[in-house]
């Protein structure tokens, strides 16, 4: 079994910051491309940033600049920090990880359970 945990979601003021986190545990073997994604009521849910196993980056055009993606391999946690927050950044955020499964070297694919991030005054 493996877990996605978040946190780091909350209330914050535009112009604020969050930092969020998300950790992998379980029979993993190895962590692949991780992602952070958000969903903001009535609408699909959208890739904002990605981080391969090597640490490139990408980023969506609506947050490049004001987000950064990074992941720290020996915790199994990628983060996304959120710089410069605007109202239209509301949304539950969610982590995706691409992993080998320790138990028969499967490629598995993970969602976190989502944290909420609202940016009002």
Known sequence: ???????????V?????????CAASGSIFKLNAMGWYRQA???????L???????????ADSVKGRFRISR?????????????????DTAVYYCNVDFVTAWGLRDENHWGQGTQVTVSS
């Open 1 to 11: 079994q493996v877990q996605l945990v978040e946190s780091g979601g909350g209330l």
């Open 49 to 59: 940033a990605a981080i391969t196993s090597g640490g490139s980056t990408n980023y």
């Open 41 to 47: 009521p009535g609408k699909e849910r959208e890739l």
């Open 72 to 88: 720290d391999n020996a915790k199994n946690t990628v983060y996304l920090q959120m710089n410069s927050l605007k109202p239209e």
């Open 13 to 21: 003021q535009p112009g604020g910051s969050l930092r969020l986190s």
